[in-house]
């Protein structure tokens, strides 16, 4: 099965290509932050339960970036669905993608 790489929020200046290692399909769950004072979280929470429902525990990965209130949805939703989920973040220090796992 093909791992996919989740990312939080697509960013056009970042460089992805290092995620690769990780899986081959990479999909953006958010193409724009939550704002900050959302009225409409019942859709924001739709879209990204929507994108997520693919979301394979065992073999996928969440990178979490951009905004914090985007992150937190994303890990709420899924913390509803499934017993952990393994992330990758950035390492500024050593310019390389971190896997990491969450436990719920």
């Known amino acids: 099965m093909e791992k996919t790489i989740f990312i939080v929020k697509e960013e056009k200046s970042f460089n992805y290509n290092g995620l690769y290692r990780f899986g081959t399909n990479i999909v953006p769950v958010r193409k724009f932050d939550i704002k900050k004072n959302s009225t409409d979280s019942a859709r924001d929470k739709l879209g990204i339960e929507k994108v997520l429902r693919d979301f394979n525990y065992k073999e996928d990965y969440l990178m979490l970036s951009g905004c914090p209130i ?28 971190v896997p990491g796992r969450w436990d719920f």
Not at 74 to 85: K, S
Request: charged share 10%; proline share 4%.
């Open 70 to 97: 985007t992150t937190f949805a994303c890990g709420a939703i899924l913390a509803a669905n499934v017993p952990y989920v393994n992330t990758l973040t950035w390492d500024n220090r050593n310019k390389l993608y």
